[in-house]
């Protein structure tokens, strides 16, 4: 069992940036893979970023691509999202969420889930 807790959401400008936390319980952090998942209001939950469980490989979205970074501290048991020149319509709750080895960019793929943070960017 994982349990995933997010923060660093808020109110931000366009052009701002914000840096998302996620820790994870558990001694078995290495192994997982971790994304960032995002819905705004009225819209399905969508993929924005994956990284796998050593942090080699990386995987994003491509209305983030260039403008977001994850990172992982497998020490720490933590991920991160550094949110660099953000946009109004990068508005909604951002979720971290788990799965076991394999990376995935795949909302049904994934194992565990935290409950969000809000990320709120105005123009």
């Known amino acids: 069992q994982v349990q995933l807790v997010e923060s660093g959401g808020g109110l931000v400008q366009a052009g701002g940036s914000l840096r998302l936390s996620c820790a994870a319980s558990?001694?078995?952090?290495?192994?997982?893979?971790m994304g960032w998942f995002r819905q705004a209001p009225g819209k399905e939950r969508e993929f924005v970023a994956a990284?796998?469980?050593?942090?080699?490989?990386?995987y994003y979205a491509d209305s983030v691509k260039g403008r977001f970074t994850i990172s992982r501290d497998n020490a720490k048991n933590t991920v991160y999202l550094q949110m660099n020149s953000l946009k109004p319509e990068d508005t909604a709750v951002y979720y971290c969420?788990?799965?076991?080895?394999?990376?995935?960019?795949?909302?049904?793929?994934?194992?565990?889930w935290g409950k969000g943070t809000l990320v709120t960017v105005s123009s």
């Open positions: 990284i796998s469980w050593s942090g080699g490989s990386t």
């Open positions: 969420a788990a799965r076991r080895y394999e990376v995935t960019t795949t909302r049904d793929g994934m194992d565990y």
């Open positions: 558990g001694r078995t952090f290495s192994s997982y893979a």
